[in-house]
């Protein structure tokens, strides 16, 4: 891995260079890249791991046994997945961690936390205060999706999750990270019926979309 990949990760905020070095060989640090589609984890695992996304990005699903996927979050480069299986380990994982696009995952065997001795000032508990934050972020982003889920219409839950997109990048005029099926399976409808209704919505002069970039052309938060 680069050094410029991680300096800045939010992970190692407030340590130097040879902290981070320390922390990085304490912690069993591992690189592996992996092709698009691979599942990275599955359901049913555990794992000692916390996971950063160096490159790519990679899709948190529920995949039930009937074959019915759910997408519950898109992790991009510099973000992180697992760490509370990680911190757990003998938690059987729920959901599958799979390659949204060829990408490259650093590993962080952040459980031996549990088992490192370290002065109250040094690296250990500077990482443990970040791991609260990333931790506590990676809530707020995940409690999210139940907004987006609950309208009972197609239309009302495209307009709650676009919105909280504007609201997020401070511009309407914005990429998302999910192809068609990818929006469809994260917001729970169909993706027939999720076509028809951006349709819909293009028609009536909501927005503008053109495969994943989409135009918000009035204020939809009012």
């Known amino acids: 891995m680069k050094a410029e990949e991680i300096k800045n990760a939010a992970i190692f905020r407030g340590m130097g260079e040879e902290e981070i070095a320390t922390a990085l060989q304490e912690l069993c640090a591992t690189e592996k890249s992996y092709q698009k589609d691979s599942v990275i984890l599955h359901a049913g695992d555990t794992t000692d791991r916390m996971c950063m996304v160096l490159e790519g990005s990679v899709t948190i699903e529920s995949n039930d046994i009937w074959g019915n996927r759910t997408i519950l979050s898109h992790i991009g480069k510099g973000q992180y997945f697992a760490e509370t299986y990680a911190l757990l380990q003998n938690e059987p994982m729920l959901v599958d961690v799979t390659a949204n696009e060829n990408c490259r995952i650093l590993f962080l065997k952040i459980g031996l936390l549990n088992f490192l001795r370290e002065k109250p000032a040094g690296w250990k508990n500077k990482l443990t205060i970040n791991l609260l934050a990333i931790s506590t972020n990676k809530n707020l982003h995940l409690s999210g ?11 009302g839950r495209v307009m709650s999750y676009l919105n909280a997109l504007a609201l997020q990048k401070k511009k309407t005029d914005f990429d998302i990270p999910f192809d068609r099926q990818q929006l469809a399976d994260y917001l729970n409808v169909e993706r027939t019926a999720l076509s028809k209704e951006l349709g819909k919505m293009q028609n009536d002069g909501l927005i503008k979309v053109k495969k994943n970039r989409f135009k918000l052309l009035v204020s939809i938060n009012k």
Do not use: C, G, V
């Open 145 to 155: 999706r139940s907004f987006h889920t609950s309208p009972k219409t197609i239309r």
